[in-house]
């Protein structure tokens, strides 16, 4: 069992920058591959980035390039998503999620949910 809970969501203009945090407890989280996703209203949840177990590799998707950083402190059961250069579209509810393999994007591959937490980016 891994619990899963994030923070760091907030209301941002765009162009700006959230930090968002994902702490795990219970099983050892150095096992677990992880992975962020978002749902905005209206759309199905989909992926934006993850990391192995180590941290040395990660994945995203094609929004996430080049702007959001996906990293993983296992010392702290941590896992961060660093967002610049956020866009309205950006706007969602953003979950973290332990799973098995770092480059499954397939969100029903993760075995661990946190509840979320909201990032709006609106002037």
């Known amino acids: 069992q891994v619990h899963l809970v994030e923070s760091g969501g907030g209301v941002v203009q765009p162009g700006g920058s959230l930090r968002l945090s994902c702490v795990a407890s219970?099983?050892?989280?150095?096992?677990?591959?992880m992975g962020w996703f978002r749902q905005a209203p209206g759309k199905e949840r989909e992926f934006v980035a993850s990391v192995s177990t180590g941290g040395d590799s990660t994945y995203y998707t094609d929004f996430a390039r080049g702007r959001f950083t996906i990293s993983r402190d296992n010392a702290q059961n941590t896992v961060y998503l660093q967002m610049d250069k956020l866009k309205p579209e950006d706007t969602a509810i953003y979950y973290c999620?332990?799973?098995?393999?770092?480059?499954?994007?397939?969100?029903?591959?993760?075995?661990?949910w946190g509840q979320g937490t909201q990032v709006s980016v609106s002037s």
């Open positions: 219970g099983s050892r989280f150095s096992m677990w591959a």
């Open positions: 999620a332990a799973g098995t393999a770092y480059y499954i994007v397939d969100s029903s591959h993760y075995d661990y």
